[in-house]
């Protein structure tokens, strides 16, 4: 006897609209009161000026909808287009999704920029940190067909973190226009779903294929299934989950059953006859092996998808000190953090969060955890784990474990107490509260570390992403240099890595910017810019400050040579440090500084030259 499965028609609440125009409108999204879980998914349904046509729109942020799925809605594109901008002028455009339940999704959006010589990033209005960003170069003499891919020539292409509500997509020219492409010099960026680029686009003529929506995760409330009496919400045969986007939950429908969760009937499965019996039986000894297995296969899961075998292929090719870190459990970490509680927040990137923890000996511990389970992701998180392993220097960030058998990787290293560097110098409407003793010493321990990570270590390493921000201070402004998840092993035998361009604007050697080959001056160049920044407690890039100021490394030169550098130092330095000393840490800037790497010192050399200053 065959079983046949009834499903529910209907996923909307009975007597309400079912959709608007083309877009079915399931529960608990609904049109008109009571239709509707809560005000975040209320949707109006209004006719196009346009068109004649009805369109759905979300009444919190007044987005047009496009579709609705029981696990996203995608909504009308996001976007910012510019023209003509000149070298370092911005184009910045804001959304907001705070008011409703949704986050931006990671897995169906990406940043894009089409154009030429153009900065494109987007951030976090919440953090103010620049979570994800890409550069689209051009060259004169050369059409750039991107022939269906989106590498960096014409247009880039990144992936964005998951889990933000307000953020702002921000374009940077770069470059001011030449005749070239002065007639139709256009730009456009944008978070969109599924982009196919058209194979004979001309980059600086714009962009005429793409999708017209972006994807949106949603979940109900706030709170986990653990908190809340979620039968209250899911209907019959259903179970929570909770969300694997950030806060909330889900409904799913039971094992054998489908439809809609969130309706009392919505989840439906009818058979018959001896196909009951064993259905029934099939199902019971199915769920009782997985219940019994649950555990193991949910690590060996994880352990896998966030880059277990990759370890163990790094600790066997080589990195074998990643043995001697310890392992951590799962409910040990969630102990320290208080189940990763956002008061234990330190701070957030653009790969992941970090919580301040207390291990069961008492030990205060910072816990990086990824905000994305991506795989292309993962291998950061890895390599990261594996450099810091083979380093030993009192002025690096010190690796003490890691745990891979959770839903996302976690690294345990030491806590630096004190914060960034980049929080100290860049303090708002006061004098930064770093003495000029302290700076110069903060240059001699992250020139040191430097020069370790480039000369002194079992394997030459390039840091690749040195900056204030990735400077920890403990309790007496006593240097740590952090955040090795984009850095890279080298061979002795080799002078430079040929990667797509990965940092942060305004820290990136112009040469590495322009070529995609980074080598150990690239990091003497962002040394070079944090030395600036200590001089002067200027950020390196700001749109505060006048066209000719903007960029504080071309600033900063063009005063050295000009003999103006006491005009730029911050008060506090110009106060305290002696003419002698603030005229070597000058001249040593702008070598680091040079646009040709070639003639920019080592971090050897930059010590040697530091270390001097004693005898002054």
Avoid at 56 to 85: H, M
Avoid at 310 to 336: H, M
Avoid at 377 to 391: R, T, W
Wanted: proline share 3%; net charge positive.
């Amino acid at each position: 006897m065959f079983a046949t499965l009834i499903y529910a028609a209907n996923d909307t609440k009975p007597g309400c609209q079912s959709g608007c125009g083309n877009v079915t409108i399931p529960y608990p999204f609904g049109i008109g009161d009571g239709c509707y879980i809560d005000k975040g998914f209320e949707i109006t349904c209004t006719k196009s000026f346009i068109t004649n046509f009805l369109q759905p729109f979300l009444v919190a942020s007044n987005l047009k909808v496009y579709e609705i799925t029981l696990d996203q809605v995608y909504v009308q594109l996001w976007g910012a287009r510019t023209c003509f901008l000149n070298s370092g002028e911005t184009s910045s455009i804001g959304y907001n999704l705070k008011g409703g339940p949704f986050t931006l999704s990671s897995t169906n959006n990406k940043l894009t920029t089409v154009g030429c010589d153009m900065y494109a990033y987007i951030t976090d209005l919440d953090t103010q940190n620049r979570m994800s960003g890409c550069v689209s170069l051009c060259q004169e003499g050369n059409t750039y067909e991107t022939n269906g891919s989106c590498s960096g020539f014409g247009c880039c292409q990144t992936t964005i973190p998951s889990g933000m509500k307000a953020f702002n997509i921000t374009m940077v020219s770069i470059n001011t226009p030449n005749k070239f492409w002065s007639i139709a010099y256009c730009s456009i960026v944008m978070v969109e779903q599924g982009l196919e680029i058209d194979t004979n686009i001309v980059p600086f003529k714009g962009i005429t294929n793409f999708s017209k929506s972006s994807g949106l995760n949603w979940a109900i409330g706030n709170k986990t299934c653990n908190n809340i009496n979620w039968r209250e919400t899911c209907g019959n045969n259903s179970y929570c989950i909770d969300s694997p986007y950030g806060q909330g939950f889900r409904c799913n429908c039971n094992l054998g059953y489908r439809g809609n969760p969130y309706l009392p009937k919505g989840c439906q499965g009818a058979v018959g006859g001896v196909g009951v019996f064993l259905v029934l039986a099939l199902v019971f000894q199915i769920h009782r092996k997985l219940k019994k297995r649950k555990k193991l296969m949910l690590k060996k899961k994880f352990f896998k998808r966030n880059g277990g075998l990759l370890l163990e292929q790094q600790i066997s090719s080589g990195g074998r000190n990643a043995e001697k870190s310890r392992i951590f459990v799962t409910q040990e970490l969630e102990k320290a953090t208080n189940n990763f509680n956002e008061s234990r927040v330190l701070g957030k990137g653009g790969h992941g969060t970090v919580y301040k923890g207390m291990l069961s000996n008492g030990r205060v511990v910072a816990i990086k955890k990824s905000k994305i389970v991506d795989e292309s992701q993962i291998g950061q998180f890895i390599n990261e784990l594996v450099i810091l392993s083979q380093i030993n220097h009192r002025h690096v960030v010190r690796l003490l474990g890691y745990c891979l058998e959770t839903e996302v990787p976690l690294l345990v290293y030491e806590f630096v107490s004190n914060g960034t560097l980049s929080k100290h110098l860049h303090v708002k409407d006061h004098i930064s509260s770093i003495s000029w003793r302290d700076r110069l010493r903060i240059m001699k321990e992250v020139a040191g570390a430097l020069s370790y990570l480039h000369s002194s270590a079992s394997t030459p390493i390039f840091h690749r992403d040195i900056k204030s921000s990735n400077i920890l201070l403990d309790e007496n402004y006593r240097a740590k240099v952090s955040d090795f998840g984009i850095s890279r092993s080298v061979s002795y035998e080799q002078t430079h890595l040929t990667t797509l361009v990965q940092g942060t604007f305004g820290y990136l050697d112009p040469g590495y910017f322009h070529s995609g080959q980074f080598t150990e001056k690239s990091d003497v160049y962002s040394f070079g810019i944090v030395v600036v920044e200590l001089l002067t407690g200027q950020k390196p890039v700001s749109v505060t400050r006048s066209e000719e100021e903007a960029n504080l490394a071309m600033h900063y030169i063009s005063s050295v040579k000009e003999d103006r550098v006491f005009e730029v130092l911050e008060t506090r330095v110009a106060n305290e440090a002696r003419k002698e000393e603030i005229q070597v840490v000058a001249r040593l800037a702008k070598k680091c500084l040079k646009l040709v790497g070639k003639k920019r010192p080592t971090m050897k050399e930059v010590v040697t030259q530091l270390e001097n200053l004693r005898e002054l």
